[in-house]
T-cell receptor, first 115, second 112 residues
Framework: AQSVAQPEDQVNVAEGNPLTVKCTYS??????LFWYVQYPNRGLQFLLK??????LVKGSYGFEAEFNKSQTSFHLKKPSALVSDSALYFC?????????????FGTGTQLKVEL | NAGVTQTPKFQVLKTGQSMTLQCAQD?????MSWYRQDPGMGLRLIHY???????DQGEVPNGYNVSRSTTEDFPLRLLSAAPSQTSVYFC???????????FGPGTRLTVL
């Protein structure tokens, strides 16, 4: 069975500083990995994905994520945080050997960027 | 394109009542899914569909039914609502399994 862990419920960062939101995964095959962001009272928005290829993936709003197969991690990063980045972030994994588009989500990490 | 639309936005039910949450997408996406979001639990997959006429169970299917008679619509039915089904429900769609999913704005359901 596939699973995702986001070990931090909340991450606090000062504006302008780099941010990292951690994600580790467990899946039987080569994973499809995703990051989504959720603003208050809104649905989730897709940020970026890793399917294959370069381990550093660039996405929307200046975010990037690094796939590390040996550590089974897919941490979300941004070089310089903005107050507007404050939101709930979800990591998700899909085992491509399974049918459909069954994503397993982590429990989410609340990012708070302060002035 | 309207993207993924969900109705209603809010709903309050009494235990034992039935209702249907509507979901529609106008992007001609084959894949559609229903999730529920509960505090501290992330999103959990209820049911999904890989195309018209094809549906399958996700992680938490009990108490919910779905059908997919057209590519555009994927309604979620609660046959006999229970307080444990109080949650925020999201519908999502994607073109293929490797693409990011587009999410609707959600339906906040309270079962008394």
């Amino acid at each position: 069975a596939q699973s995702v862990a986001q070990p931090e419920d909340q991450v606090n960062v000062a504006e302008g500083n780099p941010l990292t939101v951690k994600c580790t995964y467990s899946v039987s095959g080569n994973p499809y990995l995703f990051w989504y962001v959720q603003y208050p009272n809104r649905g989730l928005q897709f940020l970026l994905k890793y399917i294959t290829g370069d381990n550093l993936v660039k996405g929307s709003y200046g975010f990037e994520a690094e796939f590390n197969k040996s550590q089974t991690s897919f941490h979300l990063k941004k070089p310089s945080a903005l107050v507007s980045d404050s939101a709930l972030y979800f990591c998700a994994v899909r085992d491509p050997t399974g049918g459909g588009n069954k994503l397993t989500f982590g429990t989410g990490t609340q990012l708070k960027v302060e002035l | 394109n309207a993207g993924v639309t969900q109705t209603p936005k809010f709903q309050v039910l009494k235990t034992g009542q039935s209702m249907t949450l509507q979901c529609a997408q106008d992007m001609n996406h084959e894949y559609m899914s229903w999730y529920r979001q509960d505090p501290g639990m992330g999103l959990r997959l209820i049911h999904y569909s890989v195309g018209a006429g094809i549906t399958d169970q996700g992680e938490v299917p009990n108490g919910y039914n779905v059908s997919r008679s057209t590519t555009e619509d994927f309604p979620l039915r609660l046959l006999s609502a229970a307080p444990s089904q109080t949650s925020v429900y999201f519908c999502a769609s994607s073109l293929t399994s490797g693409r990011g999913q587009f999410f609707g704005p959600g339906t906040r359901l309270t079962v008394l």
